[in-house]
């Protein structure tokens, strides 16, 4: 029996999906980096209950910040964006935790710069306040290695190919970071949308990138990118055929960075099978009903979908590239902001 809803919530579904898959289906994956931070914080006497934490959010971090300090007797603030939907509003505002919306922007870079400096502003305003950085603290690895343990059950054997979208870093980073220190051979490969930085695709623009969670117009300290063996970016409308058929296939309804990684993860099948592959559902397909699923007569067939084979950052274009990282255009890199090395 559990204490507290947040530590059911966490718990994964492990499903075999066809040919030779698994998939970690979750209802709200960060709620492993926001326990594992929360308990680290208050363990080491940084935090202490009734004090407040805040951090910005997109909305599912914002949920399982909320969780977690329910879970812990905190008091927590959120500085959101305009993603953050009436659902999601009425359940934080029931939690005690609270939230102001920076003004509406399309452009993600504007929306997430005015989500830091809003921050900024509270923490002079308040510096009592303990701010999360969850794109920047590698206390937000800590949590991911229960999911490491429970694969290490679920697959006690063999190579595998870890797959999932690449956000803050945390997730896919610290879960392969953790497997390998058992001792297991894990090839790692991450999911991004066009346009986003962190691995360099800044330059091949994506009006539909809305895939919340795997992408950033701003550099991410928690993105350890030595630990990538394999990088595909997927474009909205091959990541929601891929959702859809994610969907009709196993039942599983999921995100769109789930179809993304569904994707990757046949393709990386189809040229290795010697591993057994295990892809992230990160949370469920509701925030995408109207966006994607709704217009799911328009998905394409996956058989015939195909990425272009990759070798340099220049190379990239739609609707679906991947490449082995760090590609050969590698000392380009050099200097900017997407080789700064771990977290602080």
């Known amino acids: 029996m559990h204490e507290h809803i947040a530590e059911a919530v966490k718990e994964p579904d492990v499903v075999t999906v066809p040919p030779g898959a698994v998939c970690l289906r979750f209802e709200t994956m960060k709620l492993y980096s926001a326990l594992g931070a929360v308990r680290h914080l208050l363990g080491t006497g940084q935090v202490s209950p009734g004090d407040t934490l805040i951090d910005s959010s997109s909305g599912i971090y914002a949920h399982a910040l ?27 505002q029931i939690l005690g935790a609270t939230l102001e919306q920076v003004r509406p922007s399309k452009n993600l870079r504007l929306d997430q710069n005015l989500r830091v400096e809003r921050i900024g502003e509270l923490l002079r305003e308040n510096p009592d306040y303990h701010w999360m950085r969850q ?16 694969i290490g059950k679920e697959v006690p054997e063999g190579a595998l190919a870890l797959v999932g979208g690449v956000g803050t870093g945390a997730s896919t980073g610290a879960i392969a970071t953790y497997l390998r220190e058992a001792g297991r051979d894990v090839t790692l490969v991450g999911v991004q949308p066009f346009g986003s930085v962190t691995f360099g695709a800044e330059h091949v623009s994506d009006p539909d990138m809305i895939i919340a969670g795997i992408g950033s117009s701003i550099p991410f300290r928690n993105v350890r990118h030595e630990l990538y063996d394999r990088i595909h970016w997927v474009n909205f409308d091959y990541a929601m055929s891929g959702a859809v058929e994610l969907l ?63 070798t340099e950052r220049q190379e990239l274009r739609h609707p679906w590239s991947t490449m082995d990282w760090p590609p050969r255009d590698s000392a380009l890199l050099r200097g900017e902001p997407l080789l700064v090395p771990g977290a602080v």
């Open 248 to 310: 009709r296939a196993s039942g599983i309804f999921a995100g769109l960075s789930a179809g993304a990684a569904y994707l990757a993860t046949l393709w990386e099948r189809r040229r290795d099978d010697s591993r057994t592959y295990v892809f992230l559902a990160a949370d469920t397909g509701h925030r995408y009903v109207d966006s994607a699923y709704a217009h799911h007569d328009r998905a394409r067939g996956l058989g015939a979908m195909r990425p272009h084979e990759v």
């Open 66 to 92: 909320a969780l977690a300090c329910h879970r812990h007797g905190l008091k927590c603030h959120i500085v959101g964006s305009t993603t953050v939907d009436r659902t999601l509003r009425v359940q934080l």
């Open 135 to 150: 794109y920047h603290d590698s206390i937000h690895y800590l949590g991911y290695r229960d999911v490491a343990d429970l």
